[in-house]
């Protein structure tokens, strides 16, 4: 079975989406400070936004492990577990950054301004999918996901400033 990184880096379509909207490149997994998780397991950059921000891989193993976001301003969530999960979530919701109540309803307004300028955002999301091999789920349940992972799970994965110790402040608040 082919992974999903694989997968992106042979389908220019399904990767120019997840490059914008998504803001998502496998090209900058490399973080702007040094950081480590506050449990000591494993921290792997694997892609970044245009913004400075890194996703990571937590912990040992592949795809399937635990995905940490840290933006460039000292936050940081989890937001997946598994790679799969992410790319759902940037699929279905490129905006989830702003989702700070993870409402469907706040969502559809955050869309609202990407479709002005995208009126083909869900035919081209729709095909990076097929792409990609991946079922999408309704936007409620992407953000009920992220808040569940965010929350919930995400406050055993903190993520460290390593020179100065401090932790990063989290991104969604309850």
């Known amino acids: 079975m082919q992974s999903l990184i694989a997968a992106l880096r042979e389908h220019d379509e399904a990767a120019r989406f997840l490059a914008w909207p998504g803001d998502f490149d496998l090209d900058r997994g490399d973080h702007v400070e040094d950081v480590h998780l506050a449990s000591g397991a494993v921290l792997e950059g694997f892609a970044g936004d245009g913004a400075g921000g890194t996703f990571f891989f937590c912990g040992e193993g592949g795809e399937e492990r635990p995905v940490l976001y840290a933006d ?37 307004q955050l869309a609202a301004e990407y479709l002005e300028d995208m009126p083909d955002l869900v035919a ?12 999408l789920p309704t936007e409620g349940d992407v953000l009920a996901r992220l808040r569940e992972i965010a929350l919930g799970v995400g406050k055993d994965f903190v993520l460290i400033f390593t020179p100065e110790g401090e932790p990063y402040d989290p991104l969604f608040k309850d």
């Open 124 to 135: 081209r999301r729709d095909r990076a999918a097929a792409a990609l091999g991946l079922v």
């Open 72 to 108: 460039s301003e000292g936050g940081a969530a989890l937001v997946a577990i598994g790679l799969p999960e992410l790319l759902r979530l940037l699929l279905v919701t490129p905006w989830w950054r702003d989702c700070h109540t993870f409402t469907t309803e706040e969502s559809r």
